[in-house]
T-cell receptor
Framework: GAVVSQHPSRVICKSGTSVKIECRSL??????MFWYRQFPKKSLMLMAT?????????EQGVEKDKFLINHASLTLSTLTVTSAHPEDSSFYIC????????????FGPGTRLTVT | AQRVTQPEKLLSVFKGAPVELKCNYS??????LFWYVQYSRQRLQLLLR??SRESIKGFTADLNKGETSFHLKKPFAQEEDSAMYYC?????????????FGTGTLLAVQP
């Protein structure tokens, strides 16, 4: 089956630093990847849609300068949280859709970010 | 506005009892609806899609456009069904169409 990986699975960083999270589709190509944020005991909130070779589309209320998204290849998208603050601490999840047009989104295991 | 509502945060049933996880949606177009499941310590995965009209692991869900509902049902719950269940609405068309998730319902099946 289609597998999506995320790296790192957990990261702790200091306030003011930047941290990069990678999302890879391991056995399929994805023109579209999605980045979500999940708050404790709450649902997944879509942050942005990442399109290979073009700029990401951000959801309302998500700061594009703070959450930088790069989708440089058909198998890799990265999310960089810049100048991280404690309120950025969260669980970040990516998903990818197969280039062959499947409706299904395949989810990564998530990355737990803690900003101290 | 596009919205998915799951009114129950927690549903606790005994093994063998019927299960119904409620989902209502708000969408002006023709909706495409999904149920995703997340077992303990595992990633989110697709359970079923309304267009497929299939039964997965004994679960079924029927789209009721009149009531704008897409409730998930299983006649006899099993302990291994314990998980977090999310109802999701796919908004728009094309390759970049996004999913809008409900807040999820934790199903706990007691032995």
């Amino acid at each position: 089956g289609a597998v999506v990986s995320q790296h790192p699975s957990r990261v702790i960083c200091k306030s003011g630093t930047s941290v990069k999270i990678e999302c890879r589709s391991l056995d399929f190509q994805a023109t579209t990847m999605f980045w979500y944020r999940q708050f404790p005991k709450k649902s997944l909130m879509l942050m942005a849609t990442s399109n290979e070779g073009s700029k990401a589309t951000y959801e309302q209320g998500v700061e594009k300068d703070k959450f930088l998204i790069n989708h440089a290849s058909l198998t890799l998208s990265t999310l960089t949280v810049t100048s991280a603050h404690p309120e950025d601490s969260s669980f970040y999840i990516c998903s990818a859709r197969d280039i062959r047009g499947s409706y299904e989104q395949y989810f990564g295991p998530g990355t737990r970010l803690t900003v101290t | 506005a596009q919205r998915v509502t799951q009114p129950e945060k927690l549903l606790s049933v005994f093994k063998g009892a019927p299960v119904e996880l409620k989902c209502n949606y708000s969408y002006s177009g023709s909706p495409e609806l999904f149920w995703y499941v997340q077992y303990s310590r595992q990633r989110l995965q697709l359970l079923l899609r309304h267009i497929s009209r299939e039964s997965i692991k004994g679960f079924t869900a029927d789209l009721n456009k009149g009531e704008t509902s897409f409730h998930l049902k299983k006649p006899f719950a099993q302990e291994e069904d314990s998980a977090m269940y999310y109802c999701a609405l796919q908004a728009g068309g094309g390759a970049t169409n996004k999913l809008i998730f409900g807040t999820g319902t934790l199903l706990a099946v007691q032995p």
